[in-house]
């Protein structure tokens, strides 16, 4: 995507810890797009991101496949 990625430790793994419950033994990572004031009435999304992560996972997906 042109930058290097941060690595941030943030609350948001629900998902995750869900499927580390199901087996630690798994390396779990959460991407999503930005968001702002999330569980707030002002909440946004910045769609370009949205449509990176799209392109990021699918990208992820093709090189597992092969």
Excluded at 14 to 41: Q, R
Aim: neutral net charge; hydrophobic residues 40%.
């Amino acid at each position: 995507m042109g930058r290097k990625p941060k690595i941030v430790a943030m609350h948001g793994g629900l998902e995750t810890g869900f499927f580390y419950k199901a087996n630690p033994k798994l390396d779990l990572v959460s991407v999503g797009p930005n968001t702002h004031a999330i569980h707030s009435a002002d909440e946004s999304v910045e769609l370009d991101s949205t449509a990176q992560v799209a392109r990021i996972i699918a990208g992820t997906l093709t090189e597992l496949a092969k």
